[in-house]
T-cell receptor, first 114, second 115 residues
Framework: GAVVSQHPSWVICKSGTSVKIECRSLDFQATTMFWYRQFPKQSLMLMATSNEGSKATYEQGVEKDKFLINHASLTLSTLTVTSAHPEDSSFYIC??????????FGNGTRLTVT | GDSVTQMEGPVTLSEEAFLTINCTYTATGYPSLFWYVQYPGEGLQLLLKATKADDKGSNKGFEATYRKETTSFHLEKGSVQVSDSAVYFCALSLPGIQGAQKLVFGQGTRLTINP
């Protein structure tokens, strides 16, 4: 079964609203979580790396005020897309790793902004 | 910068055909190399990996050899099955913050196997 749960699996929101995506590790403590974005027919682009209890490290070109990442516990990280616009429509994927566990991926969230 | 380029899809084969999906990389230093597979409706799963030159990763009949001289990590399988239909991602990893491995992915190759 899935060891990383990502929710929701899809969401549609109106332009200007904010959307929160959750990533949970189900049976291990995720000391590090990664957030990726995937455009159609393109590769997964790393957006940010988060470690529990500290601020996320964003990749170059990713707006930290637009994509808020919170890794408040060892089993939960959230990505909030603030003031979403149609160009934010994409497939967002999280992955999680513990000190003694390999990297596991969530099933992804498809965001559509209308 | 560091990057991964893989064969464009989609790739459609008949059952029991031989499969090759090409993957080449550009990286500073000596990355580890991976193939991930994404079955319909599921998350990415690690298929195989190799951590140094000339290593061969293998799993479920798939193989890939880390070729430093050609900076390649091509995925092969001798006889594919319908259940192998999925999207395959080649990736490399680099050391990241606090030792966490950051992955750089190729664009993915959609494979469809017809019975």
């Amino acid at each position: 079964g899935a060891v990383v749960s990502q929710h929701p699996s899809w969401v549609i929101c109106k332009s200007g609203t904010s959307v929160k995506i959750e990533c949970r590790s189900l049976d291990f403590q995720a000391t590090t979580m990664f957030w990726y974005r995937q455009f159609p027919k393109q590769s997964l682009m790393l957006m940010a790396t988060s470690n529990e209890g500290s601020k996320a490290t964003y990749e170059q070109g990713v707006e930290k005020d637009k994509f808020l990442i919170n890794h408040a516990s060892l089993t939960l990280s959230t990505l909030t897309v603030t003031s979403a616009h149609p160009e934010d429509s994409s497939f967002y994927i999280c992955s999680a790793k513990g000190d003694n566990s390999p990297l596991h991926f969530g099933n992804g969230t498809r965001l559509t902004v209308t | 910068g560091d990057s991964v380029t893989q064969m464009e899809g989609p790739v459609t084969l008949s059952e029991e055909a031989f499969l090759t999906i090409n993957c080449t990389y550009t990286a500073t230093g000596y990355p580890s190399l991976f193939w991930y597979v994404q079955y319909p409706g599921e998350g990415l799963q690690l298929l195989l990996k190799a951590t140094k030159a000339d290593d061969k990763g293998s799993n479920k009949g798939f193989e890939a050899t880390y070729r430093k001289e050609t900076t390649s990590f091509h995925l092969e399988k001798g006889s594919v099955q319908v259940s192998d239909s999925a999207v395959y991602f080649c990736a490399l990893s680099l050391p990241g913050i606090q030792g966490a491995q950051k992955l750089v992915f190729g664009q993915g190759t959609r494979l469809t196997i017809n019975p």
